[in-house]
């Protein structure tokens, strides 16, 4: 299933990296797209979409809804 999300506080390639990293803990297979000029963090996986922002918020950026 694929999930937009809106999150703030990535600032650099290395804040990319580290969202994708923690999406691909969760989910292997997923594929993650991040599109930092817009906020936009897109992920398709099959883990539902609480998870997903969850960790992104545990990682340290905030998910808006």
């Given amino acids: 299933m694929n999930q937009i999300f809106t999150v703030e506080g990535m600032t650099c390639g ?5 969202v994708t990293k ?9 594929k993650v797209v991040i599109d930092r000029s817009q906020n936009k963090v ?6 539902p979409r609480e998870a997903l922002a969850q960790a992104i918020v545990e990682e340290g950026y905030r998910v808006q809804s």
């Fill in 14 to 18: 290395h804040c990319e990296k580290a």
């Fill in 22 to 30: 923690v999406l691909l803990s969760l989910d292997a297979q997923a």
């Fill in 42 to 47: 897109e992920v398709d996986s099959a883990q």
